[in-house]
């Protein structure tokens, strides 16, 4: 199955700064098959991004995402307060669909 | 607008089953697959299976082949995942997920806030 590895494991940055978050995948992902979530302690997760670089209905145009084959990338414009949260990508293109661990950032 | 409310927190103990419900509104019920995912103590998520709630097809991870089982009451908009013959390392947050098939491919739009399940004696 196809491994996701997400980088750094923790990000520390303030409200106002941009925030780059990485994703990379143990092959190259059919047709940048590849979604984004948010997930806040108790909540349900949030989507993001899907298909690489598509933003989901709702979601602020300081959320973007890139990238393609085995490199993704998440950023974050400029981080507002509600922003800190855990990060995590997901490969949709190969069964079974697979996640990354996860970036939580913080308040620095 | 779409939501999905799970059951709540469950202790079990070592060879039991625990039966966790997800129940929808804000959309056909029948016009999705309904997934389960789970997220064990440190490690990341696991896909566990789905179920096509318009004619209650389903697909298990290999994983939990035999263990798992889920589930519709199409009269409630709910979707059920069972598991089976519990131990230890099933302790994990469960998430049910709704599947929406786009040009982009089939991804999780909306989920539930998942219910954690512990195994302990």
């Known amino acids: 199955e196809i491994v996701l590895t997400q980088s750094p494991g923790t990000l520390s940055l303030s409200p106002g700064e941009r925030a780059t978050l990485s994703c990379r995948a143990s092959?190259?992902?059919?047709?940048?098959?590849l979604a984004w979530y948010q997930h806040k302690p108790g909540q349900a997760p949030r989507l993001l991004i899907y298909?690489?670089?598509f933003r989901a209905t709702g979601i602020p145009d300081r959320f973007s995402g890139s990238g393609s084959g085995t490199d993704f990338t998440l950023t974050v414009s400029r981080l507002e307060p509600e922003d800190f949260a855990v990060y995590f990508c997901?490969?949709?293109?190969?069964?079974?669909?697979?996640f990354g661990q996860g970036t939580k950032l913080e308040t620095k | 607008q779409v939501q999905l409310v799970q059951s709540g927190a469950e202790v079990k103990e070592p060879g039991a089953s625990v039966k966790v419900s997800c129940k929808t509104s804000?959309?056909?019920?029948?016009?999705?697959?309904i997934h389960w995912v789970r997220q064990a103590p440190g490690q990341r998520l696991q896909w566990m299976g789905r179920?096509?709630?318009?004619?209650?097809?389903?697909f298990y991870s290999q994983k939990f082949q035999g263990r798992v089982s889920i589930t519709t009451d199409t009269s409630a908009n709910t979707a059920f995942m069972e598991l089976s013959s519990l131990r230890s390392g099933d302790t994990a947050v469960y998430y049910c997920?709704?599947?929406?098939?786009?040009?982009?491919?089939?991804?999780?739009?909306?989920w539930g806030p998942g219910t954690l399940v512990t195994v302990s004696s």
């Open positions: 179920i096509n709630a318009g004619d209650g097809n389903t």
């Open positions: 804000g959309y056909t019920f029948s016009n999705y697959a």
């Open positions: 997901q490969q949709y293109g190969y069964s079974p669909q697979t």
């Open positions: 298909g690489a670089s």
């Open positions: 092959q190259s992902l059919t047709n940048n098959y």
């Open positions: 997920a709704r599947l929406l098939l786009s040009l982009a491919g089939p991804y999780y739009d909306y």
